[in-house]
């Protein structure tokens, strides 16, 4: 569970994120929002990466600054944007290196960890793959062994940076489907900033809008994504497409607004 | 692999200016191993091998362990594939420590010239250190630009040393700084071995943090370890190697930006594999350039010359292979 109350950072006296609130149990919370408008620094700052922030980001009703840093990474699994790897592991070392908030001074894997990370590897579908380089990878198996590392760390929280950047279609509905199963099956609140608003009805329980003029929104996803909130965000006129129970929305190009 | 060190070890020494058979050697060994074997050994034979190319081999081994596992750990935590333990600048620092001791003294005193070489060198990173830490965010592209620009005031210094210098110092320093072995003895041994053991069995147990490191700055905070912290750690520990071993042979180079490629290619980036198998391969590879350097031409050239001559196709090679990941 995570709640986050009147969070606001500056970086050198100019307001990066300002008043934000929002609280969730589990599921999937989608964070929406321009370019430049700070939805990375608002996941790296729920994530604890960014100390200097006013208001509280509380976890199970905890603060997180009062967290070890240890602790914190047996609580929230963050993925940054880009993940770039130097060295060039297999897949299954990679992954292994999700349970090094676990691991004691000398740092030897327990037969407990081989266990999680044969197990997350299978239900991944990266079995097969598990000791070719990461190098050898398509940019879709890197970023589900990324995933797959993050799965590592039993993190009840995990926040992903724009996991679906440069994906195609498909590999972008796979990820979507699996992050949406996960959130279910194991009860995990997973956090995604992403740019395609489309998929906010059909995949998204929740959604936050991060709007120009540090003006956000929040709520369920069904009720808070419409023509009227998309155009405070975008400054665009939207054409809505009612699909079932999902909504898409077209930009309407010619409008001069 | 292990083995191979030892077989190039008793290789070593048999071969030089005196050829000494493998039974002189065994009989060497058993001499020493058992006091009451009443073998005869020739006082010469005794002489060369106990006094000359024993220390000269265990000297070496440290060496290219140490120079090797300290390019492993640098180019791990810097994620870069070209820093090498003189990017620090800790070896310039070093040289210029030597020969101001060199300059300034009468006597040779290797206790002074150690001395002063570790401190310079840890004054070298101490102020990479400083100059990254005033860039927070950049730390990383600041510290290399940083260690390169002093690596350049410490050599021009050096030259500025020898410049002011009558001629027969200026061939001390000038020897010193092309990297040698000639001089090896068994007190150069037993100031290495120390530091080195220590830091060597500190790098094997926490490998498993480099892997960690190895993803970054974000990544690694994600996972629960203080990154800075760490980092600051292991630059300390590869400063102490780097330093010490520049005092006692002079900077030495390829060895720790070679090893780590050649370990990785054949046996995978997973550093707690990497780690002691640098620590061997670099003692083999050494102990090869140091063979050349004695024995493959009519006098002694200086070994780091040889690494230098040796290093440039391999360097090409690293270069290669990375184009082509």
Redesign the interface.
């Known amino acids: 569970m995570i709640s986050v109350q009147n969070l606001s950072l500056f970086v050198q006296n100019k307001v990066i994120l300002e008043n934000i609130n929002f609280s969730m149990d589990s599921g999937l919370l989608g964070v929406f929002g321009p370019n430049g408008i700070g939805k990375s620094t608002l996941l790296r700052t729920i994530a604890g990466h960014h100390k200097n922030f006013t208001g509280d980001v509380l976890i199970n009703s905890i603060n997180i600054r009062s967290f070890h840093k240890q602790l914190l990474a047996r609580n929230i699994s963050f993925i940054p944007q880009e993940y770039t790897t130097y060295l060039d592991f297999s897949v299954k070392d990679l992954t292994l290196l999700g349970r090094t908030p676990y691991l004691s001074l000398l740092g030897k894997y327990s037969q407990n960890d081989f266990k999680i990370v044969e197990t997350i590897l299978h239900d991944i579908g990266l079995n097969q793959l598990q000791d070719r380089p990461i190098s050898s990878l398509s940019s879709g198996e890197r970023r589900l062994t990324i995933l797959s590392m993050a799965l590592a760390q039993m993190t009840p929280i995990i926040i992903l940076d724009e996991p679906t950047n440069f994906l195609d279609i498909y590999n972008t509905v796979k990820t979507l489907r699996l992050l949406k199963e996960l959130s279910i099956t194991k009860k995990k609140l997973i956090i995604v900033s992403i740019h395609d608003i489309n998929f906010a009805t059909s995949f998204f329980d929740s959604v936050l809008f991060l709007c120009p003029d540090k003006y956000s929104i929040f709520g369920e996803s069904k009720i808070i994504t419409n023509e009227v909130n998309l155009k405070k965000m975008f400054g665009l006129d939207f054409q809505v497409i009612h699909e079932g129970e999902s909504s898409f929305f077209v930009p309407k190009i010619n409008s001069n607004t | 692999m292990l083995g191979l060190l030892i077989s190039i070890s008793i290789m070593s020494l048999m071969l030089g200016k005196y050829q000494i058979s493998p039974m002189q050697i065994a009989a060497w060994g058993i001499s020493h191993v058992n006091t009451n074997s009443g073998l005869q050994i020739k006082a010469e034979i005794e002489m060369i091998l106990s006094q000359i190319r024993m220390p000269r081999i265990l000297l070496v081994s440290l060496v290219g362990a140490g120079l090797a596992v300290s390019g492993t750990v640098l180019q791990?935590i810097f994620?870069?594939?070209l820093v090498s333990p003189y990017i620090l600048g800790i070896s310039s620092g070093s040289a210029f420590g030597v020969s101001l001791v060199i300059l300034l003294f009468q006597v040779y005193n290797p206790f002074l010239l150690q001395l002063s070489a570790f401190l310079f060198g840890s004054l070298s990173v101490t102020i990479v250190l400083i100059a990254s830490k005033l860039f927070p965010g950049r730390d990383t592209i600041i510290m290399v630009l940083t260690g390169i620009i002093i690596s350049s005031f410490f050599s021009a210094s050096v030259s500025l040393i020898q410049y002011f210098t009558d001629d027969q110092k200026i061939q001390t320093i000038l020897f010193w700084t092309f990297g040698s072995f000639a001089n090896a003895n068994w007190e150069n041994v037993f100031f290495i071995a120390p530091i080195l053991l220590l830091c060597g069995t500190l790098f094997i147990?926490?490998?498993?943090?480099l892997?960690?490191l190895?993803?970054?700055e974000?990544?690694t905070?994600?996972?629960?370890?203080?990154y800075k912290r760490q980092i600051f750690t292991f630059i300390i520990l590869t400063s102490i190697i780097t330093s010490s071993v520049t005092a006692v042979c002079g900077p030495i180079g390829w060895v720790g930006l070679i090893i780590p490629h050649i370990v990785?290619f054949l046996g995978?980036?997973?550093?707690?594999f990497v780690v002691p198998c640098s620590l061997v391969s670099g003692a083999i590879f050494l102990q090869c350039i140091d063979l050349i350097a004695r024995y493959s031409f009519p006098f002694e050239i200086p070994v780091g010359i040889v690494a230098a001559l040796i290093g440039l196709p391999f360097f090409i090679f690293v270069l290669i292979k990375i184009r082509v990941?």
């Open positions: 791990s994620r870069n594939p147990l926490k490998s498993w943090k892997n960690v190895s993803l970054g974000v990544e905070t994600s996972l629960g370890l203080d990785r995978g980036s997973n550093n707690t990941a």
